[in-house]
């Protein structure tokens, strides 16, 4: 028998929600955001389920694939890494 379950409905959206506004270019340590930025990132999530769900993969584990690119996204956002890949890219610069 299929029902709707009140209890669940909007469960985990926060993930949702907070992972299109980062694709959208918002840094998670605060900052101003772009609407047009944030539905980017919400058809990027959406992309990213609809190709996850065609390939065959179990819908739980689409919740892993966000989370790890809302981890990724959080590591590429923190002023050590940019520092590390700006230095980088100033070492390719200087290279004859």
Do not use: C, H
């Amino acid at each position: 028998m299929k029902s709707a379950d009140g209890n669940n409905a909007g469960l985990l959206l926060e993930l949702d929600a907070i992972l299109a506004v980062v694709l959208g270019g918002t840094s998670l340590s605060g900052g101003r955001f772009t609407l047009v930025g944030s539905v980017v990132g919400a058809l990027i999530i959406q992309a990213l389920t609809t190709t996850i769900y065609s390939v065959g993969v179990p819908p739980e584990v689409t919740l892993v694939v966000k989370a790890l690119v809302v981890f990724v996204v959080s590591i590429l956002q923190s002023d050590r890494v940019r520092n590390r890949i700006a230095a980088l890219g100033q070492i390719g610069e200087a290279a004859p």
